[in-house]
């Protein structure tokens, strides 16, 4: 069903959806499936898409999960480099780092010790029946999983973070031990390190999962404290906190291929500097911060972010347009107001914040509308078309933050 038309019909889908789950018959329409390339020679991410009355359903989940377990409430990736830098400084000369990834983690989540936990606890039981049945749900021609918590549902990430919960309190009181999804990263004595790596893989072993061996670069691996070593997309070292150079990369890429679709379509100019503007500077939406330089801001290393600049305006002289004389935004001055000045900064866009007229000249820009037919609709119809276009540029930005530390 469209979401156009399952908005017309919400009072009656609701109903329906309520009935069926009071009487235990509610099933999930098999997931459509879609595929994420994760670069040459590795197996695609496979996404699980749920139709829109499931969406729903989901949704509610969500937020009944993250009522119930705290640890369902995931701090963004940035939080946790924070804390990383903050345990750095203090950490004694001989300290190592030991980063390690857990194998194929979303498909590898036992149904059985998922249920156990859910049932731990107060949720309650036609929820816990629910979640059981969302992830026992087939995507696209697959046969319906055994195991396995099938990615891009609302309560994928809550899901995978109560499974891990235990673990995260027993480690966590022990050393400096921080896990984002399915990379951890320790810091402790050198003379430690082999010791923990092997507690920690026991235990992820109880529950089906297994870290990656010891000394597989780029997955697990130990380095002394002054080599550094990459976690969430950052290069960690004392007194040095950069930005890893793959990251880095994939945003000159991003912002080049906005630059060369100006090349060759002079009639959206407007609309791709908008654009190349929204991924320098991120936004503040829907009470969050969103995009690639929010998520870089704990960076130390300005000379890489000046660089990003200096890309940006050869490569838009390059092909003839003036950044300042277009008003181009710059990533260093974002990273400042982003670090210094979040709550009353006029430069980053607040999407939350913005009127009406504004919001038609947006849809307009992005949509190719124009102002005065946008103008004829009602203010819900305007309304739902900015929401609408802004959730698309914001998905892109988190491509680009998820994309940089995966």
Known sequence: MKLGRFIENFDQEADIILRKISAGSYKFTRYREKLISKGYGKYPRQLSIPSVRDRLVLRVLSNMLRDEFSASNIPPPHVYIKECCEAISVARENSSFLRMDIKDFYPSVLHGKLKEILEKSTFPDFATSLIMESVSNPTGAIARPEQGIPQGLSISNSLASVYLHEMDLKFGGKFFYRRYVDDILVISGSETVS???????????????????????????????????????????????SIRRSSLDRMFNNILKIITQIKYNKKNIDRSLFRINLKITGCLVNGGRRGWMMFFSQSDDLAQIAYLDKFVSENLRSIGIDPLANGVKRFLKSYHEIRYNIEKSKYIPNFDAVEIDEKVRIISLLTGKSVEELGSRSIEEIEREYNRVIAREVSDLEKDVVGAFS
């Not at 061996?213 to 997955?219: A, D, E, H, R, W």
């Not at 697990?220 to 404290?225: A, E, G, I, K, V």
């Not at 080599?227 to 070292?237: A, C």
Request: hydrophobic fraction near 30%; avoid cysteine.
């Open 195 to 241: 010791g923990i790596y092997k507690e920690i893989a026991a235990h992820l072993n109880e529950f089906g999962l297994s870290p990656h061996p010891l000394g597989t670069p780029g997955k697990s691996d130990q380095s002394r404290l002054n080599d550094g070593t990459e976690y969430l997309g950052y290069v960690l070292r004392p007194g040095n906190i």
